[in-house]
């Protein structure tokens, strides 16, 4: 059993920052693999990234690479979203979902956040 929890999300100007936190609980195996989707109204849901709770090795969509940054502390069992240059595209729903091996956002995630709320104005 795994339980995740959100948090951070808020309204930010373009070219702001934010992060993003997911708080993670239950069977370890089962949380390998901590992902972020997002969802904006009316689109598909889109993989932001991934990261091997293991040892912390990340992937990125093309589209946030060299603006997003995943990162966790094991010790409390979170995992961050840092995200840096939002643009008014980036608004959406934030999820945080997890799952066993491999960490690949093209799989369908056994545990999923209730989601937190980004909005870029411009």
């Known amino acids: 059993q795994v339980q995740l929890v959100e948090s951070g999300g808020g309204s930010v100007q373009a070219g702001g920052s934010l992060r993003l936190s997911c708080a993670v609980s239950g069977t370890s195996y089962m949380t390998n693999c901590i992902a972020w989707f997002r969802q904006a109204p009316g689109k598909e849901r889109e993989g932001v990234g991934s990261i091997y709770t293991r040892y912390g090795g990340t992937n990125y969509a093309d589209s946030v690479k060299g603006r997003f940054s995943i990162s966790q502390d094991n010790a409390k069992r979170t995992v961050f979203l840092q995200m840096y240059s939002l643009e008014p595209e980036d608004t959406a729903m934030y999820y945080c979902?997890?799952?066993?091996?491999?960490?690949?956002?093209?799989?369908?995630?056994?545990?999923w956040g209730q989601g937190t709320q980004v909005t870029v104005s411009s």
């Open positions: 979902a997890a799952d066993s091996l491999p960490c690949l956002l093209r799989k369908e995630y056994k545990y």
